[in-house]
Nanobody
Framework: QVQLVESGGGLVQPGGSLRLSCAAS????????MGWYRQTPGKERELVAS????????NYVDSVKGRFTISRDNAKTTVYLQMNSLKPEDTAVYYC??????????WGQGTQVTVSS
């Protein structure tokens, strides 16, 4: 059974940092591209960052470039999202997801990130 469990969200002030973690199980983790999505109520879900199966390549949406870093530890079957210089517009529920051949097919329950003064 594929499982993705996010953690690490919380309330931070603008300019602060958070590190999100996603613990994966039920599949061969090292075979898959992994990504982080975020969603704000009333808005479309947005792919924030992705990372290749061996961690050698990463991609980011323009709005987070230079501030967020995605990484993974295949031995621990865990993917991370380091979030620095957080802005109020980063407020969202963040989801970890696995990418299949044609798209992202599984995602976790999500973890809330709130950036507010």
């Amino acid at each position: 059974q594929v499982q993705l469990v996010e953690s690490g969200g919380g309330l931070v002030q603008p300019g602060g940092s958070l590190r999100l973690s996603c613990a994966a199980s039920g599949f061969t983790f090292s075979n898959y591209v992994m990504g982080w999505y975020r969603q704000t109520p009333g808005k479309e879900r947005e792919l924030v960052a992705s990372i290749s199966n061996n961690g050698g390549s990463t991609n980011y949406v323009d709005s987070v470039k230079g501030r967020f870093t995605i990484s993974r530890d295949n031995a621990k079957t865990t993917v991370y999202l380091q979030m620095n210089s957080l802005k109020p517009e980063d407020t969202a529920v963040y989801y970890c997801s696995r990418k299949s051949w044609f798209g992202y097919d599984y995602w976790g329950q999500g973890t809330q990130v709130t950036v507010s003064s």
